[in-house]
């Protein structure tokens, strides 16, 4: 084997890592350990403690759902994400618009009214 094979190749390796690893592009991504927003929402029978969340696009957010009365879960329209009580989703806010979130499960009379925004800008 020739001895500038292995020099070469040890440059051409270090210049892919770099290169790789200098990107802006992606690095939320990159990172899914980083979360930029938790948020805990508390549901009793027939609310949830926050009926609005804001957002900045492209935020990793953490939702976890607490059921202090009552059995509930949520569906985030728009995202197709949904919470079962006392579970975490994480995801990444990656569309501009208002999304509705709901109970997904039937808890009564006042279950309709069980209804939250996601508002992200």
Known sequence: MKRWMLPVGFVFAISAIV???GSKEGQKAASPGKVDKTITINAKNFEFDQKEIKLKKDDIVSI???????IHAIHIEGYDKDIKG???????A????????VCSIFCGNGHSDMVGTIIVE
Do not use: M
């Not at 006392?86 to 990444?92: G, I, L, M, R």
């Open 86 to 92: 006392n579970e975490t989703v994480t995801f990444t």
């Open 64 to 70: 976890t759902l607490k059921n202090s009365q009552g």
């Open 94 to 101: 990656d569309r501009i618009g208002k999304f509705d979130y």
């Open 19 to 21: 290169t790789g690893c």
